[in-house]
RNA sequence: UGUCCUAUGGUGUAAAGGUAGCACAUCUGGUUUUGGUCCAGACGGUCUAGGUUCGAAUCCUUGUAGGACAACCA
């Protein structure tokens, strides 16, 4: 799984992103005895997205690349917000997308025994104090950015009394919000994570893995670089929130720890998707408030949502790796997703039949009855794939896109005396039509040439090629016709009092029923076809035996509805 | 009126003091039994002002702009 970097040294160019420059440098250094290991560190209190996609390719890809190792390490240090389900299909989805980090699956509550060793160490040490006071007055007493806190009448505590209280903060006899643990830092420092931040809170909740053994837990600055020490990693590369604390983390870290070997923290800048929200807070508000169906709805950005929509696990690490990584915000156009999911499926997915919006074409010289079994490619950017058999009759369906009554000059479709290929058929030549009271055209009829067979060598040049599929041959299938979700380019941003949900885009699913070629019977949930013309669409897990349901993943592009825009 | 981070085509991302390149998007043209794919080409960029240097996207200073930080969240 190197050939990325190798494509990107060819040549004489070192193309490096900071993140490989920073670890290269300490190779070359010998820090850490020049070892690379890093990890994925998700909180399990939602569903992983495309902007986890982007980390996780980050961190495993920079454990292969630097023959390291990368953990999978899960953040559970507030029981209230955090599940068992997330855990199952977060591991799930670094799975799909394909990494493994083999018997190296952590939690941070694996460490709350020697966390809490370490809290003692810092009390002893005079470097942490049992703070009385409420949540308020501490938030008070802190200070703004632009001016210093003041110190808590706690602070100075006597050693053994802070050592005492926080025995018994463990041992549950104080109430949830009575106490906190302290880290004796620096009241006036201009990063308000130092004014002496919370280590420990008494939380009486039950937790998904330890379940009531603990009544205090540790906060995140006192348990993330510490989890990342005990596990022996060297670059902990996490996004650009986190800067304002890298003081913190190596402040515990110094303050607890004697060793030479020690983790670094790296941040670089998540990513944003145009049309897209990403914050776990507002796909969880999407799912509760039912405004999609579930968190693997196919409109979801997130990976659960984009596997069922029928994106690949090589398209989203091609676009992992396409979009690249840096320290400054960034907003990706959502249009390199779809670029790189076409770009995987146009070689994969096997071209079928399928045709969306019906008009009846009644071939009027063709025998009644007659049924011939045409050979069709299954692939043409893939000849290995081979052919499957269509068959083909009197009554065919056409696009209704692909008629048109009075056509202009470029349509290269069918009109009143015009002339197309049905691709893997024959040429027909429209010689009449017919409409309802209403003006709709309900029937076309053509007449075709025997002569023009496809693969018969005949030499005659048509301008337009349309898919088709026998009338009584067709197999009914629902199709979701997905558009993008929001409306506008930022959902985020609020005008005034725009909530991001007035952004949504009320097309965004639309389901209608296709007649699609035979040989599709059989498909199972997550296949993928290009439907002829029209798109990538994926059997989605709705399917059942009797009825064929397919998501639409992405359109072809289609230079030609771009032109007519 | 604090600290920290960031600034390269429309959007991203390279160039480690020496030809500003690549991808997506856009536009042309070619091939094509998918108006797809593929191929060829075009358009378009170093935030400002100084300084160092033979030479600055890169180093220094200044300004400007954007972002982060004031949960007992992560």
Not at 37 to 66: D, M, Q, V, W
Not at 470 to 476: G, K, R
Not at 486 to 502: L, S
Request: with cysteine; aromatic share 10%; glycine share 6%.
């Amino acid at each position: 799984m190197n050939s990325n970097s190798e494509e990107k040294n060819q040549g004489n160019s070192r193309s490096l992103n900071f993140l490989e420059s920073i670890i290269e440098e300490d190779i070359k250094n010998g820090k850490n005895k020049s070892r690379v290991h890093t990890r994925f560190p998700p909180e399990p209190n939602g569903y992983l997205h495309i902007g986890h996609a982007k980390s996780i390719c980050l961190n495993f890809g920079l454990g292969e690349k630097y023959n390291g190792k990368t953990n999978l390490r899960f953040d559970d240090t507030n029981p209230t917000k955090e599940e068992d389900e997330y855990v199952h299909s977060i591991i799930e989805d670094v799975k799909w997308l394909g990494f493994d980090w083999e018997d190296r699956q952590y939690y941070a509550s694996d460490y709350f025994g020697q966390l809490y060793e370490w809290a003692v160490k810092l009390i002893r040490k005079g470097k942490a104090y049992v703070e009385e006071q409420s949540a308020e007055t501490i938030s008070e007493q802190r200070g703004v950015p632009t001016r210093p806190g003041t110190e808590s009448p706690y602070r100075n505590r006597p050693i053994e009394e802070n050592l005492g209280l926080f025995e018994r903060m463990r041992k549950g006899e104080f109430p949830d919000g009575s106490k906190v643990l302290r880290a004796k830092i620096d009241m006036a420092s201009p990063n308000m994570h130092m004014r002496d931040p919370v280590m420990y809170r008494i939380l009486h909740a039950t937790h998904h893995r330890t379940g009531d053994d603990w009544c205090i837990y540790p906060m995140y600055d006192f348990a993330h670089g510490q989890s990342d020490y005990l596990e022996g990693i060297t670059h902990s590369i996490c996004t650009l929130e986190f800067e304002i604390h890298r003081p913190l983390y190596d402040w515990f870290l110094d303050n607890i720890i004697e060793t030479e070997y020690r983790p670094r923290q790296i941040e670089f800048a998540r990513l944003n998707l145009t049309y897209t929200v990403m914050s776990k807070r507002k796909l969880l508000e999407l799912v509760k408030g039912n405004y999609v169906n579930g968190w693997d709805d196919p409109r979801m950005p997130t990976i659960s949502g984009l596997r069922r929509r029928g994106y690949t696990p090589e398209s989203i690490r091609n676009f992992a790796d396409r979009i690249g990584v840096a320290k400054r915000d960034n907003t990706i156009d959502v249009g390199v997703l779809e670029f790189s999911v076409r770009e995987h499926l146009n070689k994969i997915a096997p071209r079928v039949f399928a045709v969306l919006n019906p008009l009846k074409l009644i071939i009027t010289n063709y025998p009644e009855g007659q049924v011939e079994e045409l050979d069709i490619e299954l692939n043409p950017e893939d000849e290995t794939m081979g052919s499957r058999k269509v068959p083909f009759s009197r009554e065919i369906y056409i696009e209704r896109d692909d008629f048109m009554e009075d056509p202009p000059r470029k349509f290269f479709r069918l009109g009143p005396g015009r002339e197309v290929r049905l691709k893997g058929a024959y040429f027909v030549k429209c010689e009449n039509y017919k409409k309802d009271e209403a003006g709709n055209i309900t029937e076309v009829y053509c007449t075709y040439d025997p002569e023009t067979k496809s693969g018969s060598g005949s030499t005659r040049k048509v301008k337009g090629t349309l898919h088709w599929v026998s009338v009584d041959h067709a197999i009914d299938a629902e199709v979701r016709l997905y558009d993008r979700l929001f409306k506008t380019e930022n959902p985020d941003t609020v005008d005034g009092e725009v909530d991001f949900k007035d952004n949504m885009n009320p097309d965004s699913l639309k389901t209608i029923t296709g007649k699609i070629e035979p040989g599709i019977k059989g498909a199972k949930a997550l296949d993928k076809f290009q439907f002829q013309r029209l798109g990538y669409f994926c059997v989605d897990p709705d399917t059942t035996e009797d009825k064929l349901v397919f998501n639409r993943t992405v359109p072809l592009r289609d230079s030609w509805a771009k032109k007519n825009k």
